[in-house]
């Protein structure tokens, strides 16, 4: 059996990269209503993120 060489090997592809945020077992309620409930993230360096909701609607 011959190797692929222009396939990297793992050890090749493994970047690491600094944590600037992160999140551990978040809760949110509003009243009885639970909008977050053990919420975990981590944002890495170089990373975007947006989290969007319903805020000031209602529910009909």
């Known amino acids: 059996m011959t190797l692929n ?3 990297p090997s793992l050890d090749d592809t493994i970047v690491t990269r600094d944590i600037v ?3 551990k077992d978040l809760y949110k309620s509003f009243g009885t209503n639970n909008v977050l ?3 975990n993230m981590k944002l890495y360096q170089g990373e975007s993120l947006v989290i969007m ?3 000031g609607s209602e529910n009909r």
Do not use: W
């Open 5 to 7: 060489k222009n396939i």
């Open 21 to 23: 945020l992160e999140i």
């Open 37 to 39: 409930y053990g919420f």
């Open 53 to 55: 909701g319903k805020s």
